[in-house]
Every structure is written in structure tokens, then in C-alpha cells.
């Protein structure tokens, strides 16, 4: 909707208010209302500017690591009471991104040294009859009772 009022405000010399909001389907009322919030917006404008600056200060104080969520708390500290929501908004607007330092670690370590596991069934997968050969790992999708876990040796491959 504001592009049409923006439109209507460029144009207006032009074409008249009036022809304008009844070609666009609006109401001209609405279109002074939003006139008339111009100086509001500008100065929230003007505050989300200085805002951004004091983000930017903190983020660049602490080595450009800090996130919106420790910024956040750094603008608390400070005595700016703001939601870590519009933090965040800014932020992303401005390109201003945290990093972090730490190192992904695993939880488990591959033993490189451990022999491979041996095919007791030499890959031969096929059944003669249900229960025969019992295969299975811990990929196996839930069975019908619903998404509970269950057990590899309840996966088998003779049905």
C-alpha cells in the first residue's frame, strides 16, 4: 500500500489526489493519514538508525563475534531496553553477522585401527522362509506401531 501512496505523493501535481486514489481504488483518507505519520516515521527511522550504529559499536568492540542474541544483552547492560527480535532485524538488514570461534567437535571418534566387521552372510541377503536370517543396523525406519525406536534385531529381512 505505501508504494501506491509514494506514487500518488510524486504524482500528485500532476494528476490531482483525488483522480489518483479513485484510479489506485484507495482511500484518500488513508493516503493523508499516511501523509500525515511522515515526521513519525522519519524519526523511527532516525532512532532505528541510532540503534544500528550502537550494534555496529558492540559488534566491532568485541571483534566482530558478537551475534544479535549477546548484543542483545551488551545494549541491556548499557541501559537500551530493546527486543532481541528487532536486534536481529537490524542486523540482518545491515549485513552485520557474528562468528563464532569454537571448533565443531564430534562425538565420536572413528577408530581408523579396528578391522571392518565381518559378512557372516556374505551378502547374500535372501531368506527361504520368515526368521531365518535376521539382519539390520541402526538406520531401520519405525515399524507400524509408530515413530518409537526399535531394536536392529527386530529389522529382518525374511518377511
Not at 505519520?37 to 550502537?54: C, F, I, M, S, V
Not at 579396528?114 to 543396523?137: H, K
Request: charged residues 30%; positive net charge.
Amino acid at each position: 500500500m505505501t508504494h501506491r501512496y509514494r506514487f500518488i505523493s510524486t504524482h500528485r501535481a500532476t494528476y490531482g489526489v483525488k483522480r489518483m486514489c479513485r484510479v489506485l481504488n484507495i482511500r484518500r483518507q488513508g493516503y493523508y493519514e499516511w501523509l500525515e505519520a511522515a515526521p513519525a516515521r522519519a524519526e523511527r527511522q532516525r532512532a532505528e538508525d541510532d540503534l544500528a550504529a550502537e550494534i555496529t559499536e558492540i559488534h566491532t568492540a568485541h571483534r566482530q563475534a558478537y551475534g544479535s542474541k549477546r548484543v542483545t544483552v551488551e545494549l541491556h547492560r548499557r541501559g537500551r531496553r530493546v527486543n532481541r527480535k528487532k536486534v536481529e532485524r537490524i542486523m540482518r538488514e545491515r549485513g552485520v553477522v557474528g562468528w563464532t570461534r569454537r571448533r565443531r567437535r564430534s562425538l565420536t571418534k572413528q577408530n581408523v585401527t579396528a578391522p571392518p566387521a565381518p559378512d557372516l552372510i556374505g551378502r547374500d541377503f535372501t531368506a527361504a522362509a520368515p526368521g531365518e536370517r535376521f539382519v539390520g543396523d541402526i538406520t531401520c525406519p519405525p515399524r507400524k506401531a509408530g515413530s518409537i525406536w526399535r531394536p536392529s534385531s527386530i529389522c529382518t529381512t525374511g518377511r
